[in-house]
């Protein structure tokens, strides 16, 4: 990934679950400082973790299914967002991993990305004109990694999915 002054560069995080895992990971609030923006795609869990997030760069965010009344009532089920002349849907997802990434494609229309959790398995695809991304979990993805992504828009799309917890 290339760096482009008249890009965007974003952080994506999804599936904290804190507090139970002990705050977010000290390389991980090392990267995002480096972000323009960052884009939390539910179950953070905790308000904390949104307003310590806030702190370092702006958050557009999604709740999730683990997430507290008091953050669903802040955040939105999903969302639709531009940026970099991008259309970007943010959604957290629900039910089984198997064919999240297809079950999430049919929310949006007329976007280019869709960026989803929920499934702790990171991923990269494209379903018929849609890009999707998830950024698998800041926690514990089901292969036993962490994770989190970064997108940069500019020219084009270039997305990135970084190990928190290892090469």
């Not at 995080?13 to 795609?41: A, F, K, Q, R």
């Not at 967002?81 to 297809?102: D, F, R, T, V």
């Not at 990171?122 to 089901?142: A, C, H, V, W």
Request: include cysteine.
């Amino acid at each position: 990934m290339t760096e482009n002054p008249s890009s965007i560069k974003i952080g994506v995080l999804s599936d904290s679950h804190l507090p139970d895992m002990n705050g977010l990971p000290l390389n991980l609030l090392g990267e995002l400082e480096s972000m323009d923006v960052i884009i939390h795609l539910g179950d953070f869990c905790d308000v904390e973790t949104y307003k310590d997030l806030q702190k370092i760069a702006p958050v557009i965010a999604v709740y999730g299914n683990m997430d507290v009344p008091e953050l669903r009532a802040l955040l939105p089920e999903k969302k639709t967002i531009e940026i970099q002349g991008y259309n970007l849907g943010l959604i957290h997802g629900w039910g089984p991993p198997k064919n999240l990434e297809i079950r999430v494609a049919g929310v949006f229309n007329d976007v280019d990305l869709i960026l989803f959790g929920h499934s702790h398995i990171p991923l990269f695809q494209k379903i018929e004109d849609k890009y999707l991304f998830n950024p698998g979990s800041t926690s514990m993805n089901r292969d036993g990694t962490t994770t989190f992504g970064i997108l940069e828009l500019g020219e084009a799309i270039n997305h990135q999915i970084v190990r928190l917890d290892g090469p």
